[in-house]
């Protein structure tokens, strides 16, 4: 099922690709980037899942953070090393890599869970989750803009990977939780508090 | 009635335990927001940006205890995912030394040699007895890794604070913020290790790091002054 998802939704996104050029292909092209990180990290936890037949529960709050996170993290890093260490486009990049990883996700769960999914299930995929993909991916990506300086490059990265991992496994403990509410107003207010700041800064 | 005590005696440490987690929270935040304050808003200095980083990090980890506790109504003292925000923490106050301070108050000459020599010493000895303990209980890969990382934190912090000065006196202005780095990780191993033994002084202890935590952000902003004016 998630490759038949994963060729119908790709697909046309691809042949957008010949129509554009400079930033905004870049963008969609890690949107099908990020929507192929969803399928590999899809096919990698459910190798983990089964192989150590661990519950859902704890799958979901401590092995999917870890992995889903470390995958997305390859395309920023390769558009660093070998594209552009701008900020500008860097952060575009990583925001479209969560950004994809998350149309994926919530098209199969919408596909698995048809029969009982409703206006409140989208709006909460839609908003939370798709930010939280889209925040912890960029958290990442800015340690990219240091891919050339060595000395702060190595050790940044780690931290901002384990950073993005915690946010995650926040987000994640707390809607598999009685306070799902809490957990998904928390990537809203962090994107908002981004927003803001980001403002305040350049002016 | 015995039964009755002891429910007493869990909720009084789930008090205890909730409290403490909280404080931990406030206080790294206000390390992190004071630290994006002042760093990020005017451009400040690139090391005081990665300490405001590590400090996020450290804010990251704590949320993620408080949500635990507040979820499972029980403390998760073995590694988890919070854990991995102290780790990325202790990575950016390692970049914060190696990556923009280090260059400032080592100069690579031959009569530094000894400084480092007793810095390495020192924070072996801390890796050392570090692991000794682990043993003791049950040895988790993970706190090695962190254990590492404080050592490689205090390899500088000891430097920086034996140093002498050779450039317009920075090291002598950040000498009290090294002192409060390397009281952070030694707490913060002891604090691993007391969890590692279920040790009743963890909360103790915790609450001990929030206190440092919430004068290293204020001691670096006021060294950082001294060195740019």
Same mark, same amino acid.
């Given at each position: 099922m998630v490759y038949i998802i994963f060729i119908s939704v790709a697909v046309p996104l691809f042949m957008l690709l010949f129509l554009m050029d400079g930033q905004p292909r870049n963008i969609v092209g890690f949107v099908i980037l990020g929507i192929?990180?969803?399928?590999?990290?899809?096919?990698?936890?459910?190798?983990?899942k089964h192989t150590y037949?661990?519950?859902?529960?704890?799958?979901?709050?401590?092995?999917?953070?870890?992995?889903?996170?470390?995958?997305?993290?390859?395309p920023p890093l390769f558009f660093g090393l070998l594209a552009s260490d701008k900020r500008k486009n860097i952060i575009g990049v990583s925001m479209a890599v969560g950004i994809g990883f998350a149309v994926m996700e919530n098209i199969y769960l919408l596909v698995i869970n048809c029969s009982y999914v409703n206006i409140f299930w989208a709006l909460m995929r839609g908003f939370s989750t798709s930010l939280m993909?889209?925040?912890?991916?960029?958290?990442?990506?800015?340690?990219?803009?240091?891919?050339?300086?060595?000395k702060l490059f190595y050790t940044g990265i780690?931290?901002?990977?384990?950073?993005?991992?915690?946010?995650?496994?926040?987000?994640?403990?707390?809607?598999?939780?009685?306070?799902?509410?809490?957990?998904?107003?928390?990537?809203?207010?962090?994107?908002?508090?981004?927003?803001?700041?980001?403002?305040?800064?350049?002016? | 009635m015995d039964s009755q005590k002891n429910r007493v005696r869990m909720g009084e440490c789930f008090g205890l335990n909730l409290t403490v987690e909280f404080i931990s929270l406030?206080?790294?935040?206000?390390?992190?927001?004071?630290?994006?304050?002042?760093?990020?808003?005017?451009?400040?200095?690139?090391?005081?940006?990665?300490?405001?980083?590590?400090?996020?990090?450290? +804010? !990251?980890?704590?949320?993620?205890?408080?949500?635990?506790?507040?979820?499972?109504?029980?403390?998760?003292?073995? #590694? =988890? $995912?919070?854990?991995?925000?102290?780790?990325?923490?202790?990575?950016?106050?390692?970049?914060?030394?190696?990556?923009?301070?280090?260059?400032?108050?080592?100069?690579?000459?031959?009569?530094?040699?000894?400084?480092?020599?007793? +810095? !390495?010493?020192?924070s072996s000895m801390n890796l050392i007895l570090c692991t000794i303990m682990m043993y003791g209980a049950n #040895? =988790? $890969?993970?706190?090695?890794?962190?254990?590492?990382?404080?050592?490689?934190?205090?390899?500088f912090a000891f430097k920086h604070l034996f140093l002498p000065d050779i450039e317009n006196g920075i090291l002598k202005v950040m000498k009290q913020y090294n002192l409060l780095i390397i009281s952070l990780c030694v707490i913060k191993n002891l604090y691993d290790i007391s969890c590692l033994y279920s040790s009743a002084l963890s909360p103790y202890l915790k609450l001990l790091l929030c206190t440092i935590t919430i004068f290293i952000m204020p001691q670096a902003v006021k060294g950082v002054k001294k060195w740019s004016t």
């Open positions: 192929a990180c969803a399928v590999s990290s899809y096919e990698i936890n459910s190798l983990i037949n661990i519950t859902d529960f704890n799958f979901k709050v401590f092995i999917s953070p870890v992995t889903e996170e470390l995958i997305k993290f390859i993909h889209g925040i912890t991916t960029t958290v990442v990506g800015l340690g990219m803009t240091f891919i050339h300086k060595k780690f931290g901002l990977a384990s950073a993005s991992i915690t946010y995650h496994g926040i987000y994640n403990l707390l809607v598999e939780s009685k306070y799902e509410y809490i957990g998904i107003f928390i990537p809203i207010l962090t994107y908002l508090v981004i927003l803001l700041s980001a403002r305040k800064i350049t002016d | 406030l206080c790294s935040l206000f390390a992190f927001i004071y630290g994006a304050h002042v760093s990020f808003k005017n451009r400040g200095a690139l090391f005081l940006q990665i300490i405001t980083c590590a400090f996020g990090c450290f +804010s !990251l980890g704590n949320l993620y205890d408080l949500c635990y506790f507040v979820c499972m109504e029980r403390a998760d003292y073995s #590694f =988890n $995912i919070g854990s991995l925000g102290y780790l990325g923490g202790m990575f950016f106050l390692f970049s914060s030394y190696y990556g923009a301070m280090d260059r400032i108050g080592d100069n690579k000459s031959k009569s530094l040699v000894k400084y480092k020599v007793y +810095s !390495l010493l020192l #040895f =988790n $890969i993970f706190l090695f890794v962190s254990s590492v990382l404080s050592s490689a934190v205090l390899y």
